[in-house]
């Protein structure tokens, strides 16, 4: 027995599912998760020693890859002064200055702990503004586990209201409605049928927890126009593409501004931090200024600000990073989908820029439903051999790979060669 198996036997005794996260588990896939013990460039160890080329990146904010010398030692230097203090203190005033005078689209910002937390209280603070209580979201799209966003995921687009957990009352979703990502006319729908009743649509603006899926052309413009005609604001999600896609993340990758954005562990380079901002008007009814209240205890921690704001700043003064991971993403992910092609394998590649999934369908996925089309069995085949072949990727058809600086050429053709060795030894027993 392995020293990771042997820690999942005591994890479950203790730890529901033996994972503090869902997305940890291996269940899906019939496997014992790997317990890591360290991690460096692209690189992760795990307790037994083995080493692995890691993509998930520890979903998404290791974009220089991890254990960067220039944030560890940053991180260490800020902990001789005290771990927390409950005060406000000058780190976190550095970051929102940085942030605000960076993206253009953020007047002020207000720090949390997740990106639940950001989502959660971006839509307060837009039911607020303008005195609505509807919200729009899409199928597929994940905004973390707040009670209003756990909303089934397959509910057609006039459903709404249907709990995905257990332990949602329907009245805490009741004003949540689902629409079918990139279909522009099931928003209209919603928003004909609910006029004068919208507060806010909130988009993930590439769709990254049905897998990867970018938005079709026009799609964000058209949610901006109709947010514009109908007196909604427009919240991205950029739990996952800020500061990835672009420095700018989303918002300047299409060029399309939203009202209200919303940012998770890549501003605190990997700790547990999360922040909502957008115009002035808007986050001035933030308490203690304002009507709508919103507090944490610990946010603006300076050890996360520390971490964060020295990737920030390094992401900055180094903005060639962006067109690397979008040549590596490119040699990457096209790479695959070549394999692919040239074994006749039934699957599908999405990407955008550092951000990719492979599909297990022989449909172009486009939206929840689609996705869902996937042989998740096939996946949990691939996602085994390329494991034990040192490719270490999420244990979910539905999850994101992730690309850092630190990927480097050999990462490269290693994880392409073990994809062709798959589909090769797959495909040759019709299991593919």
């Keep these: 027995m392995t020293k990771s198996e042997r820690l999942f036997e005591r994890a479950v005794k203790r730890i529901p599912g033996g994972v503090n996260s869902p997305v940890r588990a291996y269940g899906a896939i019939g496997e014992t998760p790997r317990f890591i013990d360290r991690a460096e460039g692209s690189h992760i160890y795990d307790v037994d020693g083995h080493e692995y080329i890691d993509y998930i990146d520890s979903w998404g904010p290791m974009i220089l890859g991890h254990n960067r010398p220039e944030i560890r030692e940053a991180v260490a230097k800020a902990c001789e002064k005290g771990l927390s203090f409950g005060c406000a203190t000058q780190i976190e005033v550095e970051m929102a200055e940085f942030i605000c005078e960076n993206i253009p689209h953020i007047e002020m910002i207000r720090m949390v702990n997740s990106g639940t937390e950001a989502v959660m209280s971006a839509i307060r603070v837009a039911r607020g503004f303008t005195g609505r209580t509807k919200i729009i979201k899409f199928a597929g799209c994940y905004h973390g586990h707040s009670d209003a966003m756990l909303v089934s995921a397959g509910s057609g687009v006039m459903n709404s209201g249907v709990p995905d957990s257990a332990g949602v009352p329907k009245g805490c979703t009741e004003d949540t409605m689902t629409a079918i990502y990139n279909d522009l006319s099931s928003v209209e729908t919603l928003l004909e049928s609910n006029q004068g009743q919208v507060a806010a649509v909130i988009v993930e603006p590439v769709g990254a927890n049905m897998g990867v899926v970018p938005p ?92 964060g704001l020295t990737q920030l700043k390094l992401l900055k003064e180094h903005h060639e990073i962006y067109t690397q991971l979008e040549e590596r993403g490119r040699k990457l992910y096209e790479g695959i989908q070549e394999i692919l092609k040239k074994y006749q394998a039934p699957c599908k590649v999405n990407w955008l820029g550092s951000l990719g999934s492979v599909f297990f369908t022989q449909e172009d996925v486009v939206n929840y439903e689609s996705a ?30 992730f690309l850092s600086a630190a990927h480097g050429e050999e990462d490269l053709r290693r994880t392409l060669d073990a994809v062709e060795s798959y589909v090769v030894r797959f495909a040759q027993t019709k299991r593919l």
Excluded: W
């Excluded at 500061?243 to 990758?253: I, K, P, T, V």
């Excluded at 042989?375 to 994101?400: C, N, V, W």
């Design 372 to 401: 869902k089309s996937s042989d998740t069995s096939a996946f949990a085949e691939y996602f085994k051999y390329m494991l034990s072949r040192g490719i270490h990727l999420a244990p979910s058809q539905f999850e994101a790979m």
């Design 216 to 307: 079709i052309p026009g799609f964000l413009e058209g949610l901006r126009k109709l947010c514009d005609g109908n007196g909604v604001l427009l919240i991205f999600d950029e739990v996952i593409t800020g500061f990835r896609l672009a420095f700018g993340g989303a918002a300047e990758y299409f060029g399309v501004c939203p009202d209200l954005v919303t940012y998770g562990k890549i501003i605190g380079a990997g700790m547990p931090v999360g922040a909502y901002g957008g115009r002035k008007e808007i986050m001035e009814l933030i308490a203690p200024v304002g009507k709508v209240y919103q507090a944490g205890t610990l946010s603006g921690n300076p050890i996360a600000m520390t971490a």
